[in-house]
């Protein structure tokens, strides 16, 4: 159906170490969004993605959009603790109206 | 910076009784949503509202659920007759349009016993 599945669902990593989510779909999506969650937090905007194959960076942040636009990645160089939380991918339903949550990859930094 | 407000932080209720969540969406946006999310789990849509109805709703938003926008702020979710599987975080969301960023408040936990 609609739903997105994210790989991995854990990630343990040293600090200094890189890290990729990565979020798929069975369908075509219009467009993508990544959301961060820290523990006890709720959802922050991270970045949106429409174009195929489009890639943006945030500092350490490296945002991919697949080219068939079924899938995307985060990737994250260079760990930091203050990376630690949940990365969910978030798509849009057809509709346009409903929103599908990826099942999130929670990052664990060890410093 | 503007902010998705939500009261209370925490809701303890009894199953069977009804409960009313709040929120304040950011004033100038246009769409707001209620999600749901069990704790250790992905966060889940219930419903999107626009124009003063709903525009979109999702399988766990049945009968129980209910959604009002009573004035020019508030934004309300109420759950009749709570069950035990109701408790989770619920997040109120709002923004200024389809496909355009959501912001989050910081989510009422609610706790039936």
């Known amino acids: 159906g609609q739903q997105v599945m994210q790989i991995p669902q854990y990630q343990h990593v040293q600090e200094g170490e890189d890290f990729t989510t990565y979020c798929n779909s069975s369908t075509t999506l219009s467009n993508i969004q990544w959301y961060k969650q820290r523990p006890g937090g709720h959802p922050v905007f991270l970045i949106q993605?429409?174009?195929?194959?489009e890639v943006k960076k945030q500092k350490r942040l490296t945002f991919q959009f697949g080219e068939a636009k079924k899938n995307s990645s985060l990737h994250i160089t260079a760990t930091q603790t203050t990376d630690v939380g949940t990365y969910f991918c978030?798509?849009?339903?057809?509709?346009?109206?409903?929103?599908?949550f990826g099942t999130g990859t929670s990052l664990t930094v060890i410093p | 910076e503007p902010e998705v407000t939500q009261t209370p932080s925490h809701q303890v209720t009894q199953m069977g009784q009804e409960v009313i969540l709040r929120c304040v969406p950011i004033s100038n946006h246009l769409y707001f949503y209620w999600y749901r999310q069990i704790l250790g789990q992905k966060v889940e849509f219930l419903v999107s509202?626009?124009?003063?109805?709903?525009?979109?709703k999702s399988e766990i938003f049945d009968d129980q659920f209910s959604v009002e926008r009573p004035d020019g702020s508030n934004f309300t979710l109420k759950i009749r007759s709570t069950k035990l599987e109701d408790s989770a975080m619920y997040f109120c969301a709002s923004d200024q349009g389809l496909y355009q960023p959501q912001h989050f408040g910081d989510g009422t936990r609610l706790s039936i016993l």
């Open positions: 978030l798509r849009v339903a057809n509709t346009g109206n409903q929103f599908y």
């Open positions: 509202f626009y124009n003063n109805e709903i525009s979109e």
């Open positions: 993605l429409v174009k195929s194959g």
